[in-house]
């Protein structure tokens, strides 16, 4: 079973940047999709960015123009590039696999991110 790691997170100020690393325990060439998710206090876990094998990609509205997603098939890993960081950024951030409704993969333990304002 393929497990995904997080990491990258931290705390930082508004207008910064940090950048997330998610690094699967296995291949993830033949995952058509890869996406970053993300969960504040008392809020469902929402969309941020999707990223196709053709390196097609899809943002939130939220974080448009900010964020970019990338992945690196020989690493087996997937980034998000976060820029210009805003308090309302704040949340675990998640990696996965999307397919239909469900997910190709368990969740991890996300990483945390705190921006302060």
């Known amino acids: 079973q393929v497990q995904l790691v997080e990491s990258g997170g931290g705390l930082v100020q508004a207008g910064g940047s940090l950048r997330l690393s998610c690094a699967a325990s296995g291949s993830i060439f033949s995952i058509s999709v890869m996406g970053w998710y993300r969960q504040a206090p008392g809020k469902q876990r929402e969309l941020v960015a999707l990223?196709?094998?053709?390196?097609?990609?899809h943002y939130a509205d939220s974080v448009k123009g900010r964020f970019t997603i990338s992945r690196d098939n020989a690493k087996n890993t997937v980034y998000l590039q976060m820029n210009s960081l805003k308090p309302a950024d704040t949340a675990v951030y998640y990696c996965n696999a999307p397919v239909g409704s469900r997910y190709t993969f368990y969740w991890g333990q996300g990483t945390q991110v705190t921006v302060s304002s």
């Open positions: 990223i196709s094998s053709g390196v097609s990609t």
